[in-house]
Each structure stands twice: as structure tokens, then as C-alpha cells.
């Protein structure tokens, strides 16, 4: 079966730039509280006439620039996203269609935070199966739409942003692509990080609106907790699983939620910092999309070349948890 291999990335994030300085106008923080406590300085906030079709649509037209290819060449689109434009149809259906891929399939894939690892293991296995030959792996979320600005706990946290990769078969004698992956899932802990209302269980109603109900709701303390324990494990069983250590990574791309987070996991896995991308200073938390934006700049601060082992991870709300070591192709 031929081996699946990254072999284009494409990122766009909307221009206007939320600072700290910003929201200390708008809730009652500080960038001193907001760096301390998250690493972020700023994010980029959709304008109200984008939505995430439209930055997952920028995403996936520079990936397919950067292949040099035909949208028509793509045989499915995985949309991996918390913020869908609606309910129905997926995001993905918009997508296909406004990118002009004819005759792709595609949905998308909702894992929160772990979303773009759910969705490049999903495009191996396609891709590896012998099934496919391009797969489109998106992640896009404009979490500015579903965050209460009056939250300070919670809106200094996300920003909007997307990015894709684009998943083939590696030619043969090519030693680079998908080496393995491990992904969980922990409904327990679902009620620590979640939007309550505009489900089946909660419908929209002057009750769910007036209770701020269709808003991020987190318990701030139990996510951390658990995101640095499980990023630290799934890191560490991974690379057991294949009889790899820290050392034979070139470097990791970890979700960017929290910068604390972040120096936490890779501290207890042995991970020097020089090979841990940190990303989060610039974007803030863009949930399905903080990984290709990562390695985009690992890229172009000529971190991550071709032949490196790069392992990406990530933890969500579920919560989910999942990781992946590719050997990058380009």
C-alpha cells in the first residue's frame, strides 16, 4: 500500500488584529494578566460578513497554489470545524463547491481543538488505503462568533484563522509521509469545555440567549489540568508505539491553546524548547486551525524541513486527544 505524505500547506487569517491592549478597552484585564497567564498578544477577528467557509476557502485555494494543481484533482475534502457557517449543509459542501472541486466528497469532521490531527489521520488512512490520491485537510474556525466579550476568562483566549494541508500518496523510494498516529476520546470530562445551547439538547430560545448559552463555557482549571497530562501522554505513548524517543524528533507542533500549556507537556516529555513551535503569541487559540498555522511558520523560520520527523498533538473539548508523527515531505 503506498505511504501518505504532506505535500502542500495553505493559511490565511482575516487582517484585522485584536491586541491585548485592545480588549483591556472592552473587559476588565490587562495584557500583563493575558500574557502571564496564556502567551497570547494578539488575534485576527473575521469581519462580519466572513464566515468559516470563507477563510477555509482562502486556506484551501493557496494550498492547491502552492501544489500547483486544479481544484478538480481533489478527491475529498475533510473540513475539520467547531464553527460551521450553519448546521446543514457542512461547511465542506461549501466549500467543494466554491473552490469548484467537481466530483470530491468530503464532510466535516468536528473534534474541537483536536480536530486538524483527527483529520490528517483520517486522509492517511484514505490516502494509504489506496482509495484516494488527494485529500484536502482543512481546519477553519471563527471562534469570534461564539465567544462573550463580557467572559474575560474565555475571550482573550481564541481568534479566527484557517489552514489546510493537502494529503498524497508518496512516490515510490520516497521515504518521507505518515509514520503513525494515536487519537482518544474522554466524554467525561465534556462538560469542562463546551458551547451548551443551538443543539437538540439546548434549541435556540429567548432562555438560551438570554443565559449567554450559545457562548464558549469553561472551566479553566480542569482543561488545563487535563490538557498537559494527556499532550504529555499521548506525546510519550506515540513515539513508544514505534520505538521512537524526544531525540528522533525534529520538531513538535503542539495545538496552540496556552502557552503554559504548551512549555508544561513538552517539559515533562524531555522536549527541548528549541524544537517546540509556539505560535500562540500571534494568533491566539484558533482551534481546528492552530496547527498548519504553526507549521507554517515553523516553516518559514526554517525550523521544519523536508525529512524531519515532525509530531503534531492536540487536546480538545470532548475531550479529545490525538496525535501524529509524519516524516515532512517537502
Not at 319 to 324: H, I, L, M, Y
Request: proline fraction near 4%.
Amino acid at each position: 500500500m503506498p505511504r501518505a505524505k504532506i505535500t502542500a500547506l495553505g493559511c490565511y487569517t482575516p487582517e484585522q488584529i485584536l491586541t491585548n491592549f485592545d480588549l483591556e478597552k472592552i473587559v476588565e484585564t490587562s495584557n500583563d494578566w493575558i500574557l502571564e497567564r496564556t502567551g497570547i498578544q494578539q488575534r485576527h477577528i473575521a469581519p462580519p460578513d466572513m464566515a468559516t467557509s470563507d477563510l477555509a476557502v482562502e486556506a484551501a485555494k493557496r494550498t492547491l497554489a502552492h501544489r500547483g494543481i486544479q481544484a478538480n484533482t481533489i478527491e475529498a475534502i475533510l473540513l475539520c470545524t467547531v464553527t460551521p457557517d450553519m448546521l446543514f449543509p457542512s461547511t465542506a459542501c461549501l466549500v467543494q463547491d466554491r473552490i469548484g472541486a467537481k466530483g470530491a466528497w468530503g464532510f466535516d469532521l468536528v473534534a474541537a481543538c483536536s480536530g486538524f490531527v483527527y483529520g490528517l489521520t483520517t486522509a492517511a488512512h484514505l490516502v494509504s488505503s489506496g482509495a484516494h490520491k488527494r485529500v484536502l485537510v482543512i481546519g477553519a474556525d471563527t471562534m469570534s462568533r461564539i465567544i462573550n466579550y463580557q467572559d474575560r476568562a474565555t475571550c482573550v483566549l481564541f481568534g479566527d484563522g484557517a489552514g489546510a494541508m493537502l494529503v498524497e500518496p508518496a512516490e515510490e523510494g520516497d521515504d518521507t509521509g505518515f509514520v503513525g498516529f494515536l487519537n482518544e476520546i474522554d466524554g467525561s470530562g465534556g462538560d469542562f469545555l463546551k458551547m451548551p445551547a443551538g443543539g437538540s439538547r439546548l434549541p435556540a430560545s429567548h432562555a438560551t440567549i438570554d443565559a449567554a448559552q450559545h457562548y464558549v463555557h469553561q472551566d479553566g482549571g480542569q482543561v488545563f489540568k487535563y490538557a498537559v497530562r494527556k499532550m504529555y501522554e499521548i506525546c510519550r505513548d506515540l513515539l513508544a508505539k514505534h520505538n521512537l524517543s524526544v531525540n528522533d524528533v525534529k520538531m513538535m507542533i503542539p495545538h496552540q491553546a496556552n502557552r503554559r500549556i504548551i512549555t508544561a507537556a513538552a517539559e515533562r516529555l524531555g522536549m527541548p524548547c528549541d524544537r517546540v513551535q509556539i505560535s500562540i503569541h500571534k494568533y491566539g487559540n484558533t482551534t481546528a486551525a492552530t496547527i498548519p498555522l504553526a507549521t507554517q511558520d515553523a516553516i518559514q523560520e526554517g525550523k521544519l524541513q523536508k525529512g524531519d520527523l515532525v509530531l503534531f498533538a492536540a487536546v480538545g473539548a470532548g475531550f479529545t486527544v490525538g496525535a501524529n508523527l509524519w516524516r515532512w515531505g517537502y
